[in-house]
């Protein structure tokens, strides 16, 4: 089904060439060109605003170059939508999938196949059988005829693979396919892969996560700032060397030391959160977390860590369990009281949660004391206060803007969330509460704010870090505590902190064993 | 997202006027359309039509306020007409049935115009919170029933049954607006215009305006700051009613002195301040330029109508194209209902 392999492997299915796209002053791609070879798997690397997602969108028809142009075969083309680029056979994984949750698999896989008039039938049954033997022959373990909104996150994303498959996708590219899987599940994603690989077909990886690109990518090429600075065959090179690339400069990675102390910050007894069904989102979760600890908590995503999260700042109520702070009960406490006591929190959904991007970065800086006395009195705001305090921010938090009166929306990923942590950070608090904070985040910036939760901790500051990155979780926590189906299912010390140990406990406990994987 | 609405919004213009201008100039007999509106909009004798425009101009610019202080806050109230025509049905009873010195009528008018409105956009309000129904809805609903109870009122029970018309009493002559000396124009539009500056002040300078601005990019972001949610909503959304009670009662005490049925709702006042702040991009300065805006198009179609023969719905579709340009470019409603929650 796939394209068969050929002689001329080494031939471009598909180049850029000398591609330039400006967004009014911004200039994303400036002079680019590469080709993605048949039959091979390439990784696309750089910090966030590096240009990669503007040059895959330039491939897919979806942004029209300023200068220069796409080939396809060696035969300069015009995609005018995605339509056409992916009659020409590409296809993408999206980070966030691209699915009709009530909808069932099958259904998603043909949306988009529909041939004929409105009232043509839709050829489920011919479709059905195609997709079974694909189902088979990757080993997908999917049954066509449940809704989409009832797979887990690995299964969803498969889900995404077997739409390209069936529309015999030649160039496959992936953004960011591992930041919602346990370990387990990135090991048989990159083994199905390269077996597509092996087939014929082109990968294309887009990532963050040097170790996955290192282990799987056959050639590497390193963006920033709108251009391509390297190219990499990945037996000649190694993790560092591609973050030296990447950043443009040698970075230090912060280390942890652990400064806990004995007395306790945050205690949680039997915290339940109700869910829409008899099930409970949070099941009578207990933990303690010491002043100066850095407490992870892992998980596939969905396990309940969301809920448990917004019932500590009290954006969601818990049906049962107490939380105290300070042996302080706060159970009860509104979002306001809570922040005023002293919790901070950084939502995973930077865009929504965590910013107003229509809003200024002094706007987004104050959020949460802009009724504090250092910005306003009696009700009206300290504006000057406002933006010398986002200059002051600006400044230590290293955020690159052109001004403190930007608004946030128009930062990259990095500096929006330092952004946040500069907030949240500045109003000194005695417990954070932290989701992914490093999603969508570049190396650089990830360092960066790695090291300011560590200093925070250093303060006294108790922190609950969720994350869906095991490396980060290793390199931050003094313990992780493994949630599944909204229980605590296991507590893993520092010192006892292994990947496969967590992903079993991740997926269940021995449901996965060493072996698959 | 915002920078490209913006671009549209310039081109949109842009394009519109370019095109009027080639009508006006290229067209045979267009200098009589174009003489027509223009003085339909700002001339007549003794500029009585420029003062049928900013009288047009203070109800309109009073029911866009009462748009852009809901729309800022993400809360997507369109039920301005409801609570426009109960304010002016309140005010015009107590103008007319209050015993007590034309300065105490007025205050209390206004007043009670005010509490009405704001109460009509709380019940709206209660609806999506208390209920679930979403106030984009119950806001638009709760219209009808405000329509229908003005209209029984001035046909039954507060009949001014010898005048022949469906309306009520007049108000005690010496509590109406006054007038600027030998026109039609009354003090409404400086006390919506006092208004309309007191909330871009209020907006951009206070805790206030700076949650409820914040809100309006995002529900989310709000909640998990710690801001008074409840209260922000409701205040919010009584601020936005008041203003829609207040208008009524400028209309009332104003050039009509009492309250005729569908004196409110024929002319789409509450419709075309929500057109007026789309135009705006829901940001609160620009709202007095595109209110003004729309109030020429409507005078301005109505001389035109008379001049040249035009019918003067011609300028309602214009407006409803307008309208609909920007709803297609942006999805700007979508992006304020997307701030709801």
């Given at each position: 089904m796939l394209v068969p392999k050929t002689d001329s492997n080494q031939g471009a299915v598909c180049s850029l060439r000398s591609v330039s796209k400006s967004f009014g002053s911004l200039k994303a791609l400036s002079d680019v060109s590469f080709d993605i070879r048949r039959g091979e798997f390439l990784a696309l690397i750089g910090e966030n605003g590096a240009g990669k997602s503007t040059a895959v969108s330039v491939l897919f028809g979806l942004l029209e170059p300023d200068t220069g142009h796409v080939e396809v075969e060696g035969t300069p083309r015009r995609f005018v939508s995605a339509r056409d680029a992916i009659d020409a056979g590409f296809g993408m994984v999206h980070q966030h999938f691209k699915l009709y949750p009530e909808l069932t698999v099958i259904e998603n896989v043909l949306v988009g196949n529909e041939r004929g008039g409105p009232l043509a039938r839709i050829p489920f049954r011919a479709a059905e059988s195609r997709l079974r033997d694909i189902i088979d022959s990757y080993d997908f373990r999917l049954d066509l005829n449940v809704r989409v909104a009832e797979l887990s996150v690995?299964?969803?994303q498969r889900v995404e693979i077997l739409k390209l498959l069936f529309r015999e996708a030649s160039v496959i590219f992936l953004d960011e396919p591992t930041s919602v899987l346990t370990p387990q599940e990135c090991h048989s994603l990159f083994a199905m892969l390269r077996r597509l690989q092996k087939e014929g077909a082109s990968v294309v990886l887009i990532s963050h996560k040097l170790d996955e690109v290192v282990s799987n990518a056959e050639r590497i090429l390193v963006m920033r700032r709108g251009e391509v600075v390297a190219e990499r065959a990945v037996a000649e090179t190694d993790r560092s060397e591609l973050a030296r690339l990447m950043v443009g400069a040698q970075i230090d990675t912060p280390t942890k030391v652990n400064v806990a102390t004995d007395n306790i910050a945050l205690s949680v007894r039997g915290l339940t959160v109700a869910g829409p069904s008899d099930k409970p989102r949070v099941n009578a979760v207990s933990f303690d977390v010491a002043e100066g600890e850095i407490f992870g908590i892992a998980g596939v995503s969905g396990n309940g860590q969301k809920a448990l999260v917004d019932a500590l700042i009290g954006l969601e109520p818990s049906s049962g369990g107490t939380v105290l702070f300070y042996g302080e009960d706060i159970t009860r406490k509104r979002v306001a009281e809570r922040r005023a006591a002293g919790v901070g929190y950084m939502s995973e959904d930077?865009?929504?949660?965590?910013?107003?991007?229509?809003g200024t970065i002094a706007e987004n800086a104050v959020a949460g004391r802009e009724q504090t006395a250092a910005f306003s009195r009696s009700g009206w705001l300290r504006k000057r206060a406002m933006i010398q305090n986002a200059q002051e921010l600006v400044e230590k938090f290293d955020i690159r803007t052109p001004s403190a009166q930007q608004l946030v929306g128009k930062l990259s990923g990095g500096n929006q969330?330092?952004?946040?942590?500069?907030?949240e950070v500045s109003a000194r608090p005695r417990l954070l509460l932290v989701e992914n904070p490093c999603w969508g985040v570049d190396v650089g910036a990830m360092a960066n704010i790695h090291g300011q939760l560590i200093d925070l901790a250093k303060t006294g500051c108790a922190i609950v870090l969720v994350s869906s990155d095991l490396e980060e979780l290793f390199a931050l926590s003094d313990r992780v505590g493994v949630i599944y189906d909204g229980a605590i299912r296991r507590i893993f010390p520092r010192a006892e902190l292994d990947t496969f140990a967590i992903g079993a406990a991740m997926a269940g406990d021995g449901q996965f064993s060493k072996d698959y994987a | 997202m915002t920078h490209l609405l913006r671009s549209q919004r310039l081109k949109l213009i842009g394009a519109g006027l370019i095109g009027l201008a080639l009508v006006l100039f290229l067209v045979p007999g267009a200098g009589d359309i174009s003489a027509g509106f223009l003085n339909g909009a700002f001339g007549g004798r003794n500029f009585f039509n420029l003062y049928a425009t900013l009288g047009r101009y203070a109800i309109l610019l009073g029911m866009a306020l009462a748009v852009v202080i809901s729309f800022r806050a993400g809360l997507l109230n369109i039920g301005g007409e409801g609570q426009l025509v109960l304010g002016g049905l309140v005010a015009a009873l107590v103008g007319a049935y209050l015993p007590a010195p034309p300065f105490v009528v007025a205050v209390a008018a206004l007043l009670a115009a005010m509490v009405v409105g704001a109460g009509w956009a709380a019940l709206a309000g209660f609806l999506e919170r208390g209920t679930g129904v979403?106030?984009?809805?119950?806001?638009?609903?709760?219209?009808?029933?405000?329509?229908?109870?003005?209209?029984?009122?001035?046909?039954?029970?507060?009949?001014?049954?010898?005048?022949?018309?469906?309306?009520?009493?007049?108000?005690?002559?010496?509590?109406?607006?006054?007038?600027?000396?030998?026109?039609?124009?009354?003090?409404?539009?400086?006390l919506i215009g006092a208004a309309a500056l007191a909330y871009i002040v209020l907006e951009d300078a206070t805790v206030f305006g700076y949650r409820s601005r914040l809100r309006g990019y995002s529900a989310g972001f709000a909640r998990a700051s710690g801001f008074p949610i409840r209260r922000l909503y409701y205040r919010t959304l009584m601020l936005s009613g008041a203003a829609a009670g207040m208008t009524g009662f400028i209309a009332v005490f104003g050039s009509s002195q009492r309250y005729v049925d569908g004196m409110l709702t024929t002319p789409l006042y509450a419709w075309t301040g929500i057109a007026a702040v789309l135009l705006a991009a829901v940001r609160p300065r620009l709202v007095p330029v595109t209110a003004f805006f729309f109030a020429v198009l409507a005078t301005g179609s109505i001389g035109m109508e008379r001049t040249a023969g035009i019918p003067r719905e011609f300028g309602q579709v214009i407006q409803a194209l307008i309208v609909l340009t920007l709803a297609g470019f942006a999805g700007k409603l979508t992006a304020i209902a997307g701030g709801r929650r």
């Open positions: 690995g299964e969803k930077r865009m929504s949660v965590g910013l107003a991007a229509q969330q330092k952004v946040v942590v500069a907030r | 979403p106030l984009l809805i119950g806001s638009l609903l709760l219209n009808y029933p405000a329509s229908f109870v003005a209209s029984y009122a001035v046909s039954h029970p507060f009949r001014d049954v010898a005048s022949g018309a469906t309306q009520t009493f007049r108000i005690m002559q010496e509590a109406g607006l006054p007038r600027f000396n030998g026109t039609i124009l009354d003090y409404g539009v400086f």
